[in-house]
């Protein structure tokens, strides 16, 4: 799927910009729910990890929880150094 495609059938039932989809796609990539097998400036996503019908969870403190398999698959842990 395409970002324009995620947004328009998200968009029938929930309010959601470009933006906001492409850092979604951006984490599930990270956490490796996503494969970009398009270009960097056409992505074309691809599911490689199903968990289940629950969809992961992008937390405000730069975590994704997957509520199917009730844990943490991402924790970005700012460098101080």
Known sequence: FTLPELVGNVGMTHKITLN????????????????????????????INNTGAKAPQVMAVAEVY????DEIVL???????
């Open 20 to 47: 906001n989809a492409a850092y979604y796609t951006h984490a599930l990539e990270r956490a490796g729910y996503l494969k970009n097998i398009g270009t960097e400036r056409k992505k074309l996503f691809m599911l």
């Open 66 to 69: 997957d509520p199917n398999l």
């Open 75 to 81: 924790r970005d842990v700012p460098d101080y150094d």
